[in-house]
């Protein structure tokens, strides 16, 4: 096993690793305790679109977790950086199927965003629809919003996913994701989404720009391996990988590719970080 040191950095995902639902994991409050005093910077990267950063601010904080806006990446607000590099914001209309964590980042990039059934139709010429659409996480979606989508990518909007997450783990056990909705949207129009979250790498590149570290110092903990692990592989920084969320530790076995550690939780990544840092003072 490689030895847990020259760590920096985390990029930490958050369904599955800190909480279920509302639900904290046993050891939170003592894990982001450990990192304060050993000074390990940290970037909360979640692929989950629903929230903004002030929203999970506050969750964080009702489970007794202090952190700042500036240490939460949303597949979100990833999505609208990615976005406002490719294009003009100002110049540039997007229909987004999702809620406050994925419009307001947009509006936030001066994105204009259009409603239902706004759509690029020659036998109207005054109407126009999305240049872009955006899907996230949406516990409001509707047929009317898939179809506003559905319309607008056919008729040549660029399809964007926050993220290609199937599953969603859940304090009801494990439901359907935002993939599942893109694949609805891809069945409908035979067009692929480009993903900007996990495991692609451009949110982890994000993060390590926000972190200020390099790859080599930089260690990303998350529960599934077709996203958190691969976009790490992808990216080439170390991962951890906890048992708490989706992946097991059978599907490490038959994975194609690894995480660097397997560990049980974030209470066990709490212990190893305290016993590397013993270890390194006593030596």
Not at 53 to 69: E, N
């Amino acid at each position: 096993m490689q030895a847990f040191t020259n760590i920096r950095a985390f990029i930490i995902d958050m369904d599955g690793v800190l909480w279920h639902g509302p639900h904290a994991v046993p050891g939170l409050n003592e894990f982001f305790d450990t990192l304060n005093t050993l000074k390990i910077r940290f970037i909360l990267a979640t692929n989950n679109a629903s929230l903004t950063p002030q929203q999970y601010v506050s969750k964080l904080a009702k489970m007794g977790v202090t952190v700042t806006q500036e240490q939460i990446l949303t597949s979100g607000t990833a999505t609208a950086l990615y976005l406002s590099q490719q294009v003009n914001p100002q110049k540039t209309r997007v229909f987004v199927i999702g809620v406050d964590g994925a419009t307001q980042p947009l509006l936030e990039h001066g994105f204009t965003l259009t409603g239902l059934y706004e759509v690029n139709n020659d036998k109207d010429t005054e109407q126009k629809g999305a240049d872009i659409v955006v899907c996230g996480k949406d516990e409001t979606l509707t047929w009317h919003k898939l179809a506003t989508a559905t319309l607008n990518i056919s008729a040549g909007a660029r399809f964007i996913g926050t993220n290609g997450d199937t599953t969603l783990p859940t304090e009801h056990g494990v439901t359907h994701g935002n993939g599942a909705i893109l694949a609805a949207l891809e069945v409908a129009t035979g067009v692929s989404p480009t993903i900007i979250g996990k495991p692609e790498p451009i949110i982890y590149q994000q993060a390590l720009a926000l972190l200020g570290t390099t790859p080599e110092e930089t260690v990303a903990i998350g529960d599934r391996l077709e996203t958190d692990i691969l976009g790490a592989v992808r990216t080439g920084i170390r991962s951890i990988m906890v048992l708490t969320g989706i992946s097991s530790e059978q599907d490490v076995k038959v994975s194609e590719y690894q995480p660097t550690w397997v560990m049980s939780d974030i209470t066990a990544i709490t212990h190893a970080l305290l016993n590397s840092a013993e270890t390194k003072a006593l030596g």
